[in-house]
């Protein structure tokens, strides 16, 4: 495989040399057309040395300008395959899990409000939001979860979350990145018991510290979507409103 790359690029660059050869020579041919028309070397030399001063323009115009569009381009056409595979997630498992452990949280009511997100709502009020929730105290009441029903809904997921993790684009969204690990770091902890009605102390706690690892990742990202789908996909972020898993009032169905 190396040496076809290798053999392809040579050939590349020989097409390259032989088009920088042609064009030499036609400007050579050109130039000496030019003298033979007109037998003014005089003039020759000022438009060549002309054309020359304006080389370091031309560079400059081309590697800071035009290739920071395009990498700007590309970028923004990375950012939005990486939100599609973001709204997969959470429309197949996210929403139904956070939905899920958010029911076991005992602080949720000091927090509920401020995450039913609204309409009105500008960048202003997710930042504000976000920055609430990095001082909000995540936690899981896990002797009232089921925790057999956790682990049905996650081992249901595994395949969609693991075709998720083969998608390159994942590598550049890092949080993104630990709440899929924290996920599956939780599916295989529960995985590995056989079951859960004696357990110790001490391995309840350890498990109630994974899921609201995994439970603090997945309110941020819903939080950074949401804000997505507000400045770019209205009619999705309607959707994500009606179905807000922290809203008890939320309804799919558009009323008056």
């Known amino acids: ?38 037998g003014d070397l005089h003039h020759i ?10 080389v370091p323009l ?26 599609m595979v973001i709204g997969a997630f959470f429309s197949e498992a996210g929403t139904g899990l956070l939905a899920y452990v958010s029911g076991f949280d005992p602080n949720l ?4 409000r401020d995450l039913v997100v609204r309409q009105g709502w ?4 997710f930042c504000d939001l976000s920055a609430r929730l990095k001082r909000y105290e995540y936690g899981v009441d896990i002797r009232r979860m089921d925790l ?17 993790l083969e998608n390159p684009t994942l590598l550049e969204h890092e949080t993104f990145t630990q709440l899929l690990r924290a996920v599956f770091h939780v599916t295989e902890e529960l995985e590995s018991r056989p079951g859960f009605d004696s357990l110790p102390e001490t391995d309840l706690a350890h ?4 899921i609201t690892r995994a439970y603090s990742y997945l309110v941020a990202e819903w939080v950074d979507y949401m804000r997505y789908l507000k400045g770019n996909y209205p009619y999705l972020f309607s959707l994500a409103m009606r179905t807000n898993p922290f809203d008890p009032e939320a309804s799919p169905i558009v009323g008056k």
Do not use: C, P
């Open 1 to 38: 495989m190396s040496k076809v790359s290798k053999g392809d690029s040579m050939r590349w660059l020989s097409w390259q040399v032989r088009l920088g050869i042609v064009l030499v020579a036609a400007t050579a041919a050109l130039y000496g057309l030019h003298y033979l028309i007109f």
């Open 45 to 54: 030399f000022i438009y060549l040395l002309g054309d020359f001063a304006f």
């Open 58 to 83: 031309q560079v400059l115009i081309v590697t800071l300008i035009v290739e920071e569009f395009l990498r700007y381009r590309d970028k923004r056409a990375r950012l939005e395959k990486l939100n």
């Open 109 to 112: 009511d000091r927090v509920r």
């Open 122 to 125: 500008t960048d202003k009020d």
């Open 148 to 164: 057999e029903r956790l682990r049905a809904m996650l081992t249901g997921d595994r395949g969609f979350m693991v075709r998720l």
């Open 207 to 210: 498990l109630a510290n994974d």
